[in-house]
Structures are given as C-alpha cells and as structure tokens.
C-alpha cells in the first residue's frame, strides 16, 4: 500500500486498484485511505505479537506513509474527507436497508461495520488535515448511529479476538453489537 500511495493520492480517485498481487496471485482489495488507516491501527496493535524484524518493517512503513502525507498534507485531507462522505452515505444506506429487513441486515454486519470503523478513523484524520466543519458530519452520523443502536443490541466482539485490544468497547461500541432480529 505504502509503495502506491504517492501516486494514489495524486489521482482524482477514491478507490484504487494496487498493482501489487496478493497471495496465490489474487488481487488485493482496492486501496482507499480508510482501508490504509484501519489496517495500520490493526498492525500497531498487534505489534507486540510481532518478532522484532517485523516491528523495525511496521516502523519504517510508518515513518514512510507520514512522510508521504507530510508531503501532500492538502491533497490528503481532501481526499479524507471524499471518504468521509462516501462511507457516511454508505452507512447511511445500511441503517436504511436495515430498518427494512433485519435479516439482510445481519448477514452484512461484519462488512458494514469495517466501512463504519473505517469512518470512525477518517474521521480522526480530518480533524488533523482538514480545516472542513466537521459539526455537520458529526450530527449525521450521530442520528445514524442512534437509529443502528435500535436496531441491535450488546454482543460479542464480531471480528477476531485477537483484535479486540485495538477496539475498546467505549470508542468502537457498533464492534460490540449484533443485531435484533
């Protein structure tokens, strides 16, 4: 990711298909900077699990992409707050398709709220790189979440418990959720 950023944040693009090839020769997911923040949050927190060749690799990648965003601080925060929208609206759709089949809805869970943790750290990005008002976004995805917790109730972490450190229930709460049926 880190190698196709520079050129990614110089396209007029949100989601961008790496060159790169994952294992077995599969492609990798598109790159968007949520995806890159997420899976960054996720590697520093199982650091310590890392031997420490692998720390001295996650620390000179860190140091790389900040150098990169250091170097296009504008462009960047333009394109976080693209994403801030898209995955707002993107939520937005799923507590609507939610309030109208609870089934599809939980079925969806799992990927819908990588997309929310997602924005949750684009969020944190923007008030750093944007000079946007975030108020408005805020207060959307304040009413948003509030018709989600409706909808659903306490549960068990939803992803691999491995993870779970990296997400405290009191800031990432909707990991913690599973829906009503």
């Known amino acids: 990711m880190a190698d196709e ?24 997911p598109k790159m968007t900077l949520g995806g890159l923040l997420l899976r960054r949050h996720r590697l520093e927190a199982l650091r310590e699990r890392l031997p420490p060749e692998q720390r001295t690799a996650l620390d000179a990648l860190h140091r790389r ?30 507590v609507e398709d939610c309030l109208e089949s609870r089934a599809a809805c939980a079925d969806e869970y799992p990927s819908q709220a990588e997309g929310r943790t997602m924005l949750a ?7 750093k790189y944007s000079h946007a008002d975030l108020a408005p976004v805020q207060n959307r995805l304040a009413a948003l979440d509030s018709q989600f917790k409706g909808l659903s109730g306490p549960g068990p972490f939803i992803w691999n418990p491995i993870l779970a450190p990296a997400y405290p229930p009191d800031r990432f709460w909707w990991l913690y959720r599973e829906i009503r049926r």
């Open 5 to 28: 950023l520079e050129i990614y944040l110089q396209r007029d693009v949100l989601y961008w298909q790496m060159d790169a090839h994952g294992p077995m020769s599969s492609r990798f």
């Open 65 to 94: 992409v900040e150098a990169i965003i250091g170097h296009w601080p504008s462009v960047y925060g333009a394109k976080v707050w693209r994403e801030i929208e898209a995955r707002l609206n993107a939520w937005a759709r799923y």
């Open 121 to 127: 750290l684009l969020l944190d990005e923007a008030a």
